[in-house]
C-alpha cells in the first residue's frame, strides 16, 4: 500500500552522536522530497526539540547537500533526554515528571504524519512508548557499539573499528621499541564487539570483554609467556565495560547513573595498565581512546548503510508501516516491529567463532 499524499515527516536523532548520522538524514529528506514529494522537518537535539519551542527546521534538498563525508548530526542530540522522565528540580531535589503528552501534542500541532526516530536502544524505545499515544513512529538503529539485536549491524561500527584498529597499530610502534605494556581502552558500553574485533583486526594479544570476565593474574601469565618467548612488549586491548572476575572493588566503581552504567567512573584501563605491571618491572601505559571513536568521517560501509537505512524508513512511512524499525540482515535491509527490537541487547557470544578464532591465535581473554 503506498501512500499518495503529501505527507509531512518529522526526523530526529537521539543518543551518542556517530559516523553515519547524516547518511541517513540526508536519505531520509532525499526520497521523501524527491521520490515522494513530501516535506521533512528536522527536530533538533533529540525529542528536547519537541519539548521546547522554536526548536525544528524545514529541511530541504540544500540543507543536505555535502553533508555525507562529516561526522557528528546536523539535527543535534542528546543522549540524556527521555520525555516520559524528565528531571526537574523540586524543593532542592530532583524529581522526574512524564512529559510524554506534551511531545505526543507537539508532534499534532507540527502537523507530523510520522516522527522518524534515529537512535540508539534508550532513543528507539522512547519511540516504541510514544506509539500508543497516537504517534506514528519509524526507527532507524545507530551505535558504534553493535549491540542492537534486531540487526546484524548498525553504522557508525565500522568507522569507530577502523579508528580503534588505526590506534592499535600505533601503539604497537611504542610498545615494540620500548619493551611495554601498551593498554588500549575502547568504548562498547556493556558489550565487547569494538575491542574483539579491533582487537583481531589489530592483532592485540590480550583482549578484555565484558562477556568475559577475566583475571589478572591470567593477564599477567600472558604478557609472562610472551617474554619468555621473547617478545618483550604486549597489546591489551580493554572493553571499557570489561570486570574482573567478581568485579571490581571499589565504591566509585558500583555508583550508578540513572541509565544504570556510568562508564566515566569505570577506567578499566588504567587499573589494567597499573595490575599488570605489579611486582614485575614492566612497564605499561594505558591510552583511553574515548570519543575519537565516534568522531570524525564515517567509512564507505557506514555511509551506505545509513543511506539504505534513511531511504528504507522512508519506504516504510510510504506503505503505513508504523512502530517498526529498518534493519540489516543476511545483507538485505528488512524491518522489525519496535516491540521486538528494543531491550534485546546483542553481546559476544563467549563461545562463538570469533572468540574461538582468536584463542586459536593464542590471544589470551584473561580467563
Ligand atoms: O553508546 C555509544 C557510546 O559511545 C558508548 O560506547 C559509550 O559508553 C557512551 O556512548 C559514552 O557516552 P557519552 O558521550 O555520554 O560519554
Not at 70 to 95: A, H, K, M
Not at 233 to 241: H, L, N, R, Y
Request: charge should be neutral.
Amino acid at each position: 500500500m503506498q501512500r499518495a499524499e503529501r505527507l509531512r515527516l518529522g526526523v530526529l536523532t537521539g543518543g551518542g552522536d556517530c559516523p553515519g548520522l547524516n547518511a541517513v538524514i540526508r536519505a531520509v529528506v532525499t526520497t521523501a522530497l524527491v521520490e515522494y514529494g513530501w516535506e521533512v522537518l528536522g527536530i533538533l537535539d533529540g525529542f528536547e526539540g519537541l519539548l521546547a519551542d522554536n526548536r525544528t527546521r524545514q529541511l530541504t534538498e540544500a540543507d543536505v547537500r555535502d553533508i555525507l563525508p562529516r561526522g557528528g548530526t546536523i539535527l543535534g542530540t542528546t543522549n540524556r533526554s527521555n520525555p516520559f522522565r524528565c528531571p526537574v528540580q523540586r524543593d532542592g531535589s530532583i524529581v522526574y515528571v512524564d512529559r510524554s503528552q506534551e511531545v505526543a501534542q507537539r508532534v499534532r500541532d507540527l502537523g507530523l504524519d510520522c516522527l522518524i526516530v534515529i537512535g540508539g536502544d534508550g532513543t528507539l524505545a522512547i519511540a516504541r512508548d510514544l506509539q500508543p499515544l497516537g504517534v506514528n513512529v519509524v526507527g532507524v538503529p545507530k551505535t558504534i557499539d553493535n549491540d542492537v539485536a534486531a540487526t546484524d549491524v548498525t553504522f557508525g561500527f565500522d568507522t569507530a573499528l577502523h579508528v580503534a584498529t588505526d590506534a592499535i597499530d600505533r601503539l604497537h610502534t611504542t610498545a615494540e621499541s620500548h619493551h611495554r605494556v601498551m593498554v588500549l581502552e575502547l568504548m562498547g558500553r556493556t558489550v565487547g564487539w569494538i575491542a574483539l574485533h579491533a582487537g583481531l583486526a589489530g592483532g592485540a594479544h590480550v583482549i578484555l570483554i565484558p562477556e568475559i570476565p577475566f583475571r589478572m593474574e591470567k593477564v599477567r601469565e600472558a604478557v609472562a609467556r610472551r617474554d619468555a618467548a621473547g617478545a618483550h612488549f604486549s597489546i591489551v586491548v580493554v572493553a571499557e565495560g570489561a570486570s574482573p572476575v567478581g568485579g571490581l572493588d571499589q565504591p566509585e566503581r558500583r555508583a550508578q547513573d540513572a541509565a544504570g552504567f556510568r562508564l566515566d567512573l569505570r577506567r578499566i584501563g588504567n587499573w589494567v595498565a597499573t595490575e599488570v605491571s605489579r611486582g614485575t618491572a614492566r612497564e605499561a601505559r594505558c591510552t583511553v581512546l574515548g570519543h575519537l571513536q565516534r568522531g570524525g568521517s564515517p567509512s564507505p560501509f557506514d555511509r551506505i548503510l545509513g543511506t539504505r537505512f534513511g531511504a528504507a524508513a522512508v519506504r516504510l512511512v510510504a506503505e503505513g508501516r508504523f512502530g517498526q524499525m529498518v534493519a540489516l540482515r543476511g545483507g538485505e535491509i528488512t524491518a522489525v516491529t519496535l516491540a521486538e527490537a528494543c531491550g534485546v541487547l546483542k553481546s559476544v557470544p563467549p563461545d562463538g567463532e570469533l572468540v574461538r578464532t582468536a584463542r586459536g591465535l593464542g590471544i589470551s581473554f584473561g580467563d
